[in-house]
């Protein structure tokens, strides 16, 4: 089945710098790469996904670039703000995994004023 | 309805006892799914159903551990003689799933408590 690592499990930055999370998966077959945002004592949301027939995707300050041949994918998020501090977990999907994520370990961000 | 419902929201059981979690999905969501997340952990996929296809059940830890969908609808996770290690938050999401998958959307999950 399906593995997806992801790194670093914490991230600490100042106010207004870059961040970015990366993740790689097993199933070169995979096809759809969601990111989401967790915050304390909330449920996960979706911020952002890609497909595999495109390399990147911008959504205001946050981007994701998927490289299939190295089958890794990151997440980044510029000038960031206190309220980006949260859990992003990455996820993937298997061609035969049955269209259920597999979802990384998680990354710890925090924004320091 | 509007978003992914879970009831309860918390629920505190005795060691030995069975629990029920309900997960109400998005209308016309034909995925669903129920996912494990321990205290600081990440997302434990325990089982998946998708239209009238039969589940998929790979993720559930042991046969305490059952879930149904009625009617392509509401899913019932139950865990049976509950252990002080299945203490977790349950998320449970829904999908469209047509041509291929799109994003999941969660509930606020059921925070179960084994004392």
């Known amino acids: 089945g399906e593995n997806v690592e992801q790194h670093p499990s914490t991230l600490s930055v100042q106010e207004g710098d870059s961040a970015v999370i990366k993740c790689t998966y097993s199933?070169?077959?995979?096809?759809?790469f969601p990111w989401y945002k967790q915050e304390l004592g909330k449920r996960p949301q979706l911020i952002i996904d890609?497909?595999?027939?495109?390399g990147e995707k911008k959504d205001q300050r946050i981007a994701v670039t998927l490289n299939k041949t190295a089958k890794h994918f990151s997440l980044h998020i510029t000038e960031t703000q206190p309220e980006d501090s949260a859990v992003y977990f990455c996820?993937?999907?298997?061609?035969?995994?049955?269209?259920?994520?597999?979802f990384g370990t998680g990354t710890q961000l925090k924004v320091e004023l | 309805g509007a978003g992914v419902s879970q009831s309860p929201s918390n629920k505190v059981t005795e060691k030995g006892k069975d629990v029920e979690l309900r997960c109400d999905p998005i209308s016309g969501h034909t995925a669903l799914y129920w996912y494990r997340q321990s205290l600081g952990q990440g997302l434990e996929f325990l089982i998946y159903f998708q239209g009238n296809s039969a589940p998929d059940k790979s993720g559930l830890p042991s046969d305490r551990f059952s879930a149904e969908r009625t009617g392509g609808s509401v899913s019932t996770l139950t865990i049976q003689r509950t252990q002080q290690e299945d203490s977790a938050v349950y998320l449970c999401?829904?999908?469209?799933?047509?041509?291929?998958?799109?994003?999941?959307?969660f509930g606020s999950g059921t925070r179960l408590t084994v004392v």
């Open positions: 199933d070169s077959a995979s096809n759809y």
């Open positions: 890609i497909r595999s027939n495109v």
């Open positions: 999401a829904s999908s469209l799933v047509v041509d291929r998958v799109y994003g999941y959307t």
């Open positions: 996820a993937a999907v298997g061609v035969g995994g049955g269209n259920k994520l597999t």
